[in-house]
């Protein structure tokens, strides 16, 4: 008499939680193979990262990611609009007047062109030199939660 035989049984693992893909509009996440990782296993595909035109300003990192045996990922990257760099003031100056210096945008000197010329019957006293229109960091006030 023969006796019936199974072959290999599968082995059943759950999926991991895609915590990335459920709202890609607020959280301004690019994320790809997330819904196709396995709990505890380490060949997940999930990469994460900002969508174009934002960037990261903390939260979790961006690249790679695995979920654990607890079938949890790491915190999401918070991602925002990237800040476009400001744009400078005119000059201003006695007797003395701006040329070609509207628009000019923050660290770009290749192609801010502006110039200060004295006005008709003044003389530059300092030696010839362009305004220079550059960035620089800005101290934040602290708040609590309380406060805001």
Do not use: W
Not at 31 to 38: F, N, S
Not at 82 to 111: I, W, Y
Not at 121 to 134: E, H, Q, W
Request: glycine share 8%; net charge negative; proline share 10%.
């Amino acid at each position: 008499m023969k006796t019936p035989l199974l072959g290999p049984v599968p082995e059943c693992k759950k999926l991991c939680v895609d915590i990335y893909s459920n709202d890609l509009q607020t959280n301004n996440l690019d994320p790809k193979g997330c819904d196709q990782c396995v709990a505890g296993e380490d060949d997940c595909p999930c990469d994460v990262q900002c969508n174009r035109g934002t960037e990261r300003y903390g939260g979790g990192s961006l690249g790679k990611r695995s979920c654990g045996e607890k079938n949890s990922f790491p915190a999401m990257p918070l991602c925002l609009p990237s800040q476009k760099p400001p744009v400078c003031e005119q000059p201003q100056v006695a007797h003395a007047r701006p040329l070609e210096c509207t628009g000019c945008v923050a660290d770009d000197m290749e192609n801010c062109k502006c110039k200060v010329e004295c006005q008709t019957g003044f003389a530059r006293m300092l030696p010839s030199a362009s305004p220079v229109c550059k960035s620089e960091p800005a101290d934040l006030t602290a708040a609590s939660c309380e406060e805001l």
